[in-house]
């Protein structure tokens, strides 16, 4: 596919003009989107694929978290809305959006149903093989920006509880036992902070690509979450696993 990249960019300040770019979590999503957009096309590149279509990607796939949080104030999509459908529905729905960043008609049903999947837990087993190739390369691009925003911010602040709470905070068996898979955590699983916390953790075990895996090493975001000191010794020790299954995964998925 071709794609005009400047021109599919100014389309998207565009859509974000009618948005309040003072709101601190406006701009975070809108800088998210570019660095997702990146990751895309860094992937796309390493692993031979489709650079402009994995772009673009990236560049549409969260344009349904600027309405949730317009309308909501919050990312938390049980509390609000599922961003992901929402966006899909505004790009692909009677709003056609889609068509303003790209006329190439034969992509859509691509780019709908990457968008629609990037953030479940699971993409639907059904899925084409194309499509699939391209919605796993999306959610690897994603869940790299998640592990910079993430670190960015002390966890207590994200997770809105003290940060003594946080600190002391243990991680249910559930969700040890889910990450001993190499799985992420599904939300039902996640009874603490420090049980979210551990999700964003396990993450890193459903990066596809072996790009993906390289770049988690080198841009270093990941090992920037294991900052926190937690007083609980089995919380430490958890964490300490985690690391390590962390570091064992990106090597064997790098050296596919
Ligand atoms: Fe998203």
């Known amino acids: 596919m071709y794609i005009d990249r400047e021109k599919a960019g100014k389309v998207f300040e565009d859509f974000l003009a009618s948005y309040d770019l003072n709101n601190k979590d406006i701009r975070m999503k809108a800088v998210h989107t570019r660095k997702v957009a990146e990751n895309c096309d860094a992937i796309a590149e390493a692993e031979g694929l489709d650079r402009d279509l994995a772009w673009l990607l990236g560049l549409v796939h969260d344009i349904g978290r600027f309405p949730q949080l317009a309308q909501f104030d919050t990312f938390w ?19 056609k959006m889609i068509g303003l ?14 968008v629609r999947w990037h953030s479940a837990y699971r993409l639907p087993v059904e899925m084409d093989q194309e ?6 390369l999306l959610r690897d691009a994603d869940k790299l920006d998640i592990f910079r925003v993430f670190g960015d911010r002390p966890p207590h602040e994200i997770y809105r509880c ?12 559930g969700v040890m036992t889910a990450i001993r898979g190499l799985s992420s955590v599904s939300h039902q699983l996640k009874k603490s902070p420090v049980d979210r916390y551990a ?15 390289k770049m988690a090493a080198e841009q270093g975001y990941y090992q920037r979450l294991f900052t926190p000191s937690f007083t609980d010794p089995d919380t ?9 299954l962390a570091e064992s995964f990106t090597g064997t998925i790098e050296n596919n």
């Open 77 to 95: 999509d049980l509390a609000s809305l599922d961003h992901a459908e929402a966006g899909a529905e505004m790009l692909f729905g009677s709003r």
């Open 101 to 114: 960043f790209t006329e190439q008609e034969e992509f859509y049903p691509l780019i709908r149903d990457a």
């Open 131 to 136: 499509h699939r190739i391209y919605a796993d």
């Open 162 to 173: 003290s940060e003594e709470e946080f600190l002391a905070g243990k991680i249910s068996e």
């Open 199 to 213: 999700g964003i953790l396990s993450l890193i075990f459903e990066l596809r690509f072996a790009k993906s895996g």
């Open 236 to 244: 430490v020790e958890s964490i300490r696993e985690i690391r390590n």
